[in-house]
């Protein structure tokens, strides 16, 4: 399993300790430091929608102008997020099939995880 997310976080903070606790061996990675690539973007959203991976809250977002945050395409969403990953909401955990839970909450997600 991966988990994406930056360490200060408090979600990701919560999911990680709670995966560790657990005993699921995982790997964390943290988006300003190894940003998702652009296929892996691609996997994401063909699995989520852009409306549920970005975090519209974000000081980022609102940073942006408003021209960028209006997306027609896939390329479009995966150009943004290559240049900003920070506004993807956290956590984002991987499963080992592939599957991507986007703000991984222990409490609503764990009991379906698997070793």
């Known amino acids: 399993m ?19 606790q657990a005993g699921f061996k995982f790997e964390f990675i943290d988006l300003r430091r ?22 519209r809250l974000s000081p980022t977002w609102r940073r942006l102008k ?8 896939p390329q479009h969403w995966i150009r943004l997020l290559l240049k900003h990953p920070i506004l993807l909401r956290r956590p984002l ?3 080992p099939d592939g599957t991507l839970i986007c703000r991984f909450d222990p409490s609503e997600h764990g009991a379906g995880l698997t070793r």
Do not use: K
């Open 2 to 20: 991966q988990l994406y997310g930056i360490p200060n976080c408090d979600r990701v903070r919560q999911a990680r300790r709670w995966l560790e």
């Open 93 to 95: 955990l991987v499963r």
């Open 34 to 55: 190894q940003p998702p690539s652009a296929e892996t973007l691609e996997g994401w959203l063909a699995q989520i929608p852009p409306e549920q991976l970005i975090n």
């Open 66 to 73: 408003p021209r960028q945050r209006i997306g027609y395409t």
